[in-house]
């Protein structure tokens, strides 16, 4: 049993994703104990801002002629995509930032995305089982002032189930910023209230993670 895990908060000491992620890592080897954690941290290991673009040239160069930059950087996507390809399970971390998806993860997508056992035919993914932790600072659920706003979770889930054909799970928490920020101190209750939630919900989901590598491998 292997499980792969991401992560992409640029604040690591204090990411709330990745205390989520640390809840579903946990029900994973509780349940695994022998099994492998492989991890990348794209706050302190980067993909570089040029990979994507040297990649995507290089599939349009014949081998014979790629210069070193173009090589690096499709041996990147080549190993990027290995470590999903080679996982029995997924566990990726991605806070909102900007409205919008994190760089980090972007920039991560795009370069893996430029391999042919991912960007052409993702059949190694489909049907993987993958959680999605994210988090937002503030709450953009429909009803609220700002409902609409988050640009991330609706592009993640279609790349990632849509796209790849993950068996994906998304585990979320709002208002991280309670504290932080003063003009949301008035949600300071709620926000209390959807942390519980988000990591009983971070619990059970990796529970569940577990349970459906342990059903796949059994058919």
């Keep these: 049993m292997s499980l792969f895990r991401l992560d992409t908060s640029i604040f690591p000491s204090t990411s709330a994703s990745r205390a ?5 890592e946990l029900e994973w080897t509780s349940a695994h ?12 290991d980067p993909v570089p801002v040029t990979a994507w673009r040297d990649a995507v040239i290089a ?3 014949p081998p014979a002629d790629r210069d070193a930059a173009q090589r690096e950087a499709g041996d990147l996507a080549a190993a990027l995509a290995g470590e999903l390809i080679d996982a029995d399970s997924l566990l990726l971390t991605v806070p909102l930032y900007n409205f919008g998806v994190s760089q980090h993860f972007k920039g991560w997508y795009d370069l893996v ?22 988090t937002q600072g503030g ?31 998304i585990v979320k928490r709002q208002f991280t910023l309670v504290g932080v920020n003063p003009a949301l101190d008035t949600f300071a209750d709620v926000a209390a209230e959807l942390k519980v939630e988000a990591e009983e919900n971070a619990r059970a ?15």
Aim: aromatic letters at 4%; proline letters at 8%; hydrophobic letters at 35%.
């Design 139 to 169: 709450n953009y659920d429909p009803g609220t002032p700002k409902e609409g706003w988050d640009h991330s979770t609706p592009w993640l889930r279609r790349v990632l189930s849509d796209v790849w054909g993950l068996d994906l799970r």
């Design 59 to 61: 599939g349009t160069v």
């Design 33 to 44: 104990p022998d099994s492998t954690v492989t991890r990348r941290d794209l706050s302190t």
């Design 20 to 24: 989520l992620g640390d809840l579903v």
């Design 113 to 134: 995305a430029t391999d042919p056992r991912v960007g052409i035919d993702p059949a190694d993914l489909r049907g993987k089982p993958a959680v999605l932790v994210t």
């Design 205 to 219: 989901v990796g529970r569940e993670l577990a349970r459906s590598r342990e059903v796949a491998s059994a058919g």
